[in-house]
């Protein structure tokens, strides 16, 4: 049977490998992005999507994306909290606009987006959240103190809100990718390599590989394929966890 799925951040990159996934396993998904031109153009590339506009750093955005898809679809089944950003600087030039931004996007969004969410999962007994946080959940890396702390964040969101719905049919889990081949890691390169004074692949050897045990950058598709098994019946016993998907760390 369709099942109602939202997966933030959609419009590209990992968020669109599994929305993709989804489709392909016969549900249906909602690409909810910032980026609303792309969202659409995304969805139409599926056969069972539409875009929606969702800036999840806004409560008032996030209530109007859940009353349109209420009114499209009637509920949902899943939430994957995908969208995310990274801002490369030292902690003491960190502009403080941009360490607000990346903790709303990936703290307050996922937050905002389960809390939404979790009434209709209470009321029909079942829900399936997954954050997406990242290896930098749990490792630090040099120049990405916000990003670092809304994925370290994001756990313990994660954590407390499985706890408190394990009762309730719901499950929720982290998966925690490790370097995947995206804009989100290309838009950084530079910045990293002028940060250190090293060439590009120096800081994708440096910052990006070299604590990776396989040496390669992952593909989107191999992360959607966990978080359609964490939000697979065959995964009704699994909450509160945190899954790396990391090529190894
Ligand atoms: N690429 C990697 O190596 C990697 C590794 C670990 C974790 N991740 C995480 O995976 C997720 C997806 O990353 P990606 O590499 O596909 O990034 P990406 O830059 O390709 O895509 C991110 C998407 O999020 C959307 N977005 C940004 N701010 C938003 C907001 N306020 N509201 C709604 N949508 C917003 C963007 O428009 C974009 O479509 C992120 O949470 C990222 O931190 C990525």
């Not at 030292?90 to 931004?101: A, Q, R």
């Not at 997406?132 to 370290?152: E, F, L, T, V």
């Not at 049919?169 to 090293?198: C, F, S, Y």
Request: with cysteine.
């Amino acid at each position: 049977m369709e099942r109602v799925v939202v997966v933030t951040g959609a419009a590209q990159g990992i968020g669109f490998a599994i929305a993709e996934a989804f489709v392909k396993q016969g549900d249906f998904v909602a690409i909810a992005d910032l980026n609303y031109e792309a969202a659409v153009k995304a969805a139409a590339t599926l056969s069972n999507a539409k875009g929606y506009f969702l800036d999840v750093t806004s409560e008032d955005s996030v209530k109007a994306f859940y009353n349109e898809l209420f009114d499209d679809k009637g509920t949902v089944d899943v939430v994957v909290n995908n969208a995310g950003l990274q801002f490369i600087s030292s902690v003491e030039e960190f502009p403080i606009e941009k360490w607000h931004l990346l903790v709303d996007v990936m703290m307050t969004g996922p937050f905002l987006m389960s809390k939404y969410a979790l009434p209709e999962m209470k009321r029909k007994k079942f829900g399936r959240i997954i954050h997406i946080s990242s290896a930098h959940g749990k490792m630090p890396d040099k120049y990405k103190s916000a990003y670092c702390a809304a994925k370290y964040g994001v756990l313990g969101l994660s954590a407390v809100t499985a706890l408190e719905t394990a009762q309730d049919g719901i499950t929720v889990n982290a998966v925690l990718p490790g370097p995947v081949r995206t804009e989100l890691i290309e838009r950084q390169l530079p910045k990293l390599a002028e940060k250190d004074g090293t060439t590009i692949e120096e800081a994708l050897n440096h910052h990006i590989l070299g604590k990776q045990w396989m040496k390669r950058l992952l593909e989107p598709e191999e992360v959607s394929a966990t978080v359609v098994f964490l939000a697979s019946k065959e995964a009704a016993a699994i909450t509160g966890e945190q899954i790396g998907v990391t090529g190894g760390i």
